[in-house]
């Protein structure tokens, strides 16, 4: 009895193990489009190379995308534009090679396109201001960077995150011009999409920060393209500022 239920619990065990890698198991696609990005795809040729005359046929998600191309000896007379205003979401293309006399031969393999959402971003913080010296329980504040997605798309797809920069000014007094902080690490940390300015220099400080797509370590590895123009990157709708104030000097008590 103990030995069939150590069996047993080593099969669970096992089937549990099982559950957890398949559950973290990724797909990356072969194509990320976003905004008015397109893309061209090419049909490689088989063993027997294209003859003029040749047709390729070409299917987007099941349906035959008309009329079908005739080869004149060019790529560009059989190639396929993926076009900017593809919806949102994952799409698979394939092709089929139809010779003169007739015969198609069977569809490609499918090469998959996911159409990425447009995206704003806001700025937000956690307070206006705070003093400058660290003797202080304020001292410091969290400016926040928010992307929204339209149409939402909780989450993004494997293979593709958010890749935000930072970018800040200063001024020792309103009425004074504004010079770039360089750099921005100079007054902070940078931890992804916040931004946390410790600096005890007093002044005040205007954030701006931009999105992007990018593709992950894991997706570039997989040899999975992005065609973005730029990443699709959109700046903040409106800035943050952040007033670091001096506190007053030590006083001196004399006698009156």
């Not at 990724?26 to 027997?48: F, G, R």
């Not at 931004?195 to 992007?212: D, P």
């Amino acid at each position: 009895m103990k030995t069939t239920f150590t069996k047993l619990a080593i099969t669970s065990i096992i089937l549990l193990f099982s559950f957890v890698v398949k559950s973290k198991a990724q797909t990356y696609y072969n194509l990320y489009l976003c905004d008015n990005a397109t893309a061209t795809l090419h049909p490689v040729e088989p063993i027997t190379p294209l003859v003029t005359g040749d047709k390729v046929h070409w299917f987007l998600d099941g349906n035959e995308i008309l009329p079908a191309k005739e080869y004149d000896g060019t790529n560009a007379s059989i190639d396929l534009i993926v076009p900017a205003s593809l919806t949102v979401g994952l799409h698979k293309y394939t092709s089929a090679i139809e010779n003169a006399g007739g015969c198609i031969g069977p569809q490609s393999n499918e090469f998959t396109v996911y159409k990425l959402p447009t995206k704003t971003l806001d700025l937000t913080k956690n307070r206006a201001a705070y003093c400058a010296e660290e003797n202080n329980s304020i001292k410091d504040a969290t400016i926040t960077a928010t992307t929204t997605l339209t149409p939402a798309l909780p989450p993004l797809p494997d293979g593709i995150e958010y890749e935000y920069t930072w970018s800040a000014t200063f001024k020792d007094k309103a009425a004074d011009p504004a010079v770039s902080v360089n750099p921005i690490t100079s007054i902070g940390q940078i931890n992804g999409n916040e931004f946390k300015l410790n600096t005890k220099n007093a002044g005040i400080y205007e954030f701006t920060a931009t999105v992007k797509y990018k593709r992950t370590a894991a997706a570039v590895a997989a040899s999975s393209a992005l065609k973005a123009n730029d990443g699709c990157e959109v700046s903040q709708t409106a800035t943050q500022i952040v007033t670091v104030t001096p506190i007053p000097t030590k006083p001196t008590i004399t006698l009156n």
